[in-house]
């Protein structure tokens, strides 16, 4: 049988019973029927449902083509914000070496971004690092016109130019973006680079698995064709026909909101394994952006543990008990290392001699998990059992389906953020951009 990932509800069951969610077994179903009927709130944007399944062969065959000539640099710097580079970098940091970019004998071009942010300095020591190397851009919008990454596009683009020629540029840049429309779409169609389209009804944070995140996956070398088989296997298990005994999707979506009507406002994703820090960052978008409205919505936090159990441990254990856990936790490690004798046993370690770290990992689990429900946390369990391509597209796709069928129990529409809007009217006023002249007097006058 094929390995899959699991969930468990065990320790929720002293806060909400296992009649109360099975209770909203069918809730749950008539919602997932919901979304493969189309006929639900933002149901424009339903291009991630049975996207896995539909991808082509050839599709991806060319995915890697391009990716196999951005290898060929030193470096590719991967341009895009939010759900135009969080997927990305997820599943690239689950896969790679935690030390990778000091390795030296290489077989992968380092991987960096840009336009996720509009530091200065940041820019700056890129731009620094980038001197003298041969690099490569993956320039991902899919509206082409987010103001971050066509900033940093811009920097980049002239420095790109400026060391190689214009010729040789055009053909080290991909643009990732809207089919038709956007200031990328017209800057790639003119400059003649190689472009890759977004679906218009797959939202930005649904979109690790068109080539927003499968071209910056294949170009750090990770399989992508496994990545989609793993999503291909969680689309299929998730399906309405599966029972809800079975689909993982409905019951994590019943559970979570079974807490949050008791009052545990605040979901934090945990890890064991630091690998998986980006992957939460994927996470809080998907959550975050799809339920956070109307004034409603779980807030999506993070930890990582054991490291912020000396941080956060302690509000976790005893702070304000509107908080639940869901704990990703990999059952395998890929490499071993076992705790070594030590004839004076200063550190009084010698108890542990012979066992592998991840023993000592997996207890710090287990107590953490018993000691947090104890505090009134709830904990729910997801076992991945090794951080692979094909079981990190499971878990992608488990939490996409999850996070639909969640949005609309709590009755918003899970596909849209119109609340994003607000900051980048303020920041267009503020610098005056043209179109916003008047907004630009009114906030003047605020400051
Ligand atoms: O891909 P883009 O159109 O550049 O958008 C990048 C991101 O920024 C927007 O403001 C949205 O809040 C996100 O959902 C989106 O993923």
Redesign the pocket.
């Known amino acids: 049988m094929e390995k899959v990932i699991s969930l468990n509800l065990d320790k929720v069951l002293s806060f909400v019973g296992k009649a109360e969610i099975e209770g909203k077994a069918a809730l749950a179903k008539q919602y997932n029927e919901v979304l493969h009927k189309g006929s639900g709130k933002g149901n424009d944007f339903l291009g991630w449902l049975n996207l896995p399944t539909s991808i082509t062969a050839a599709h991806l065959e060319d995915i890697q083509a391009t990716a196999n000539t951005l290898r060929q640099c030193e470096v590719v710097v991967v341009v ?5 580079y969080l997927g990305a970098k997820a599943v690239i940091e689950a896969l790679s070496n935690s030390f990778d970019w000091l390795q030296k004998d290489r077989k992968n071009p380092v991987v960096v971004y840009a336009g996720q942010n509009i530091g200065e300095d940041y820019i700056a020591e890129l731009l620094a690092f980038l001197k003298g190397k041969s690099f490569g851009i993956i320039n ?4 082409g016109t ?1 103001t971050e ?1 066509a900033l940093a596009f811009r920097i980049l683009k002239k420095e790109l130019e400026d060391s190689v020629g214009k010729e040789v540029a055009k053909n080290r840049i991909v643009a990732v973006t809207d089919a038709a429309r956007g200031a990328l779409h017209t800057l790639a169609k003119k400059e003649g680079y190689k472009m890759y389209v977004i679906p218009d009804n797959v ?3 649904f979109s690790v698995l068109t080539p927003v995140g499968l071209l910056p996956i294949a170009v750090a070398g990770f399989d992508i064709k496994k990545l989609v088989e793993g999503a291909a296997f969680m689309e299929k298990n998730t399906t309405p026909d599966v029972p809800f005994e079975k689909n993982l999707a409905e019951q994590y979506a019943v559970t979570r909101n079974e807490l949050y009507k008791k009052g545990k406002k605040i979901e934090i994703l945990v890890n064991f394994n630091p690998k998986l820090h980006f992957f939460a960052e994927w996470w809080k978008q998907l959550y975050g ?1 799809s339920e956070g409205k109307d004034n409603k919505g779980i807030y999506p936090a993070a930890v990582d543990f054991t490291t912020d159990l000396h941080s956060m441990g302690q509000w976790i254990q005893e702070g304000e008990r509107t908080i639940f856990e869901t704990v990703i936790s990999v059952a395998n490690a890929h490499q071993k290392v076992e705790v070594p004798a030590d004839a004076e046993d200063l550190d009084g370690l010698n108890f542990l001699v012979g066992k592998r770290v991840d023993y000592v990992n997996k207890m710090a689990e287990l107590g953490t998990q018993l000691a947090h429900v104890d505090g009134g946390v709830p904990n729910l369990k997801i076992e991945v059992p090794e951080l692979t391509e094909y079981y990190l597209g499971q878990l992608i796709y488990f939490f996409e389906k999850a996070c639909g069928i969640s949005g609309y129990i709590l009755e918003v529409n899970p596909f849209d ?1 119109p609340g ?1 809007e607000a900051y980048k009217k303020n920041m267009f006023a503020l610098l005056n951009k043209p179109g916003f002249e008047k907004a630009h007097e009114e906030i003047q006058k605020r400051l």
């Open positions: 895009g914000i939010g759900g135009s991902i919008s899919k509206s987010t990454p939202g930005g944070r952006e953020q994003v």
